[in-house]
């Protein structure tokens, strides 16, 4: 049976917070209002808000005058529904700058795609250093970022609901992939080919290799978010294009907000 727009959104956002969970983030949710810290990521701590733009704008304020203490400027994350011009206003005022716009897009598969030359195998839980750097390769991590990687995918190898993914040509990997299964639907995530695997034809015979891989227990509702900022430049903005019949049910803004690391107590602690 279809879902109704507010249940997929709903169910699409709590598959997001187990799959946060999955690598080390601390989610705590309060209705519209999520708060993610992770203890060596800063770019997972952050302030979701998906509440109505009264409740939006009432937290925000809270949350900039009692940030709880951290070593870097958090990101707010805003759903188009919960703007108001007050609160466009509250984010100007504490240095918040846009950064990216994502778009949470959704669709049901009930039958495979025209296979192609890519294939998918299962990630072994011993594979986690040679799954993690392919993903480090895909998305341009090296260094510090790397190691980080290899630390955090070996966290949520150890999670059920997490599934890690090798895409293959002719035996040699060219991509990973993760999907979470929770709360009804699929989520899509860390979709990347290497570099020289990138043209269209590769992305499409590896989505209709996934999308074979979870129709073998039936129809599956999936999801995945696309990023799209000058900070965000990922390879896979074709992976929309190969997912016919999919439609986009949440888009948030992200913001930057060096503001609240100005002038707070940080020592009063709101939430």
Known sequence: MPLGLEELRERTLANNLVWLRSFGCRVRRLGGVVFVTHPDLNDYCALLLFADPKSSYTTLEAYAGHRPR??????????????????RQLLSRNGCARKSVSQVTAGEWARAGRAGEVEIRAALTWEVADWASVYSLGFGREGADKESDRRRWGMSFQDPAVGHWFFLRRGKVIGVCQTCDADGVVGIYSFTLVPEEREFDSVHSAVNALRAKLLEDGPARVYFERVKGPENSRPFRRLAGALSGFKVIRVSEAYRCDGFDKDAPADRRAF
């Open 70 to 87: 951290r070593a870097s400027a958090p990101n707010v994350y805003v759903d188009r529904e919960a703007y108001s011009p007050e609160l």
